[in-house]
């Protein structure tokens, strides 16, 4: 069991930024993909970005390529994204999810679908005003 933590969330201008946490405890994160979903009211979960368990890997939505960036520590167990020029379409639940890297699956193929993730927080909101 693997337990996810988001922080960060908030009410901001566009334009502005945000930066975005998630803490991973219960059992070690070092084989897990990590990544970042949204949510918007009346719509789907869509993904935004993921990091693979070594950091070697990253993969963004085009939506967001060159305003977000996504790392992660090991050390400490968290991933980060960080949330620049926001627009008010970024407005949304913004969750935190991990997908086991240790079974096969091909990370390239699956880490932009939320059915591969084992693991979800219970999210944190992002609202950017106009």
């Known amino acids: 069991q693997l337990q996810l933590v988001e922080s960060g969330g908030g009410l901001v201008q566009a334009g502005d930024s945000l930066r975005l946490s998630c803490a991973a405890s219960?059992?070690?994160?070092?084989?897990?993909?990590l990544g970042w979903f949204r949510q918007a009211p009346g719509k789907e979960r869509e993904f935004v970005a993921t990091?693979?368990?070594?950091?070697?890997?990253?993969y963004y939505a085009d939506f967001v390529k060159g305003r977000f960036t996504i790392s992660r520590d090991n050390a400490k167990n968290t991933v980060s994204l960080q949330m620049n020029t926001l627009k008010p379409e970024d407005t949304a639940v913004y969750y935190c999810?991990?997908?086991?890297?240790?079974?096969?699956?091909?990370?390239?193929?699956?880490?932009?679908?939320?059915?591969?993730?084992?693991?979800w927080g219970q999210g944190t909101q992002v609202t950017v005003s106009s």
């Open positions: 999810a991990a997908l086991w890297q240790g079974d096969g699956r091909d990370y390239s193929t699956v880490y932009y679908s939320p059915n591969q993730y084992d693991y």
């Open positions: 219960g059992r070690t994160p070092s084989m897990y993909g």
């Open positions: 990091i693979s368990w070594n950091g070697g890997t990253i």
